[in-house]
Nanobody, 115 residues
């Protein structure tokens, strides 16, 4: 069974940086896409950034220019570098791995950005 595990969340001041990591149990190139989603209290889960098997990257407009998604196939990892963090980035961040219509989610990692 495919598993993904996030790490790297924490508490940071506005303007600071964090790097999230997602470790997959399988070769990441077996997935059609991997990515990061987030869910703030009282809000729907939303896309942050995705990277597909061919390397095409997609970002939410709210994080463009501040967040960078990357991957390391040898380590079976996907990363999310988050710079210039804002309080509105506060959320639980989830790693996602998708094969066709099947999604695998991690347990989530909390990111809290203070003023």
């Amino acid at each position: 069974q495919v598993q993904v595990v996030e790490s790297g969340g924490g508490l940071v001041q506005a303007g600071g940086s964090l790097k999230l990591s997602c470790t997959a149990s399988e070769n990441i190139f077996m997935f059609n896409a991997m990515g990061w989603f987030r869910q703030a209290p009282g809000k729907e889960r939303e896309l942050v950034a995705t990277i597909n098997v061919g390397g095409k990257i997609n970002y939410a407009d709210s994080v463009k220019g501040r967040f960078t998604i990357s991957r390391d196939g040898a380590r079976k990892m996907v990363y999310l570098q988050m710079n210039s963090l804002k309080p509105e980035d506060t959320a639980v961040y989830y790693c996602n791995a998708r094969v066709l219509q099947h999604n695998t989610w991690g347990q989530g990692t909390q990111v809290t950005v203070t003023q």
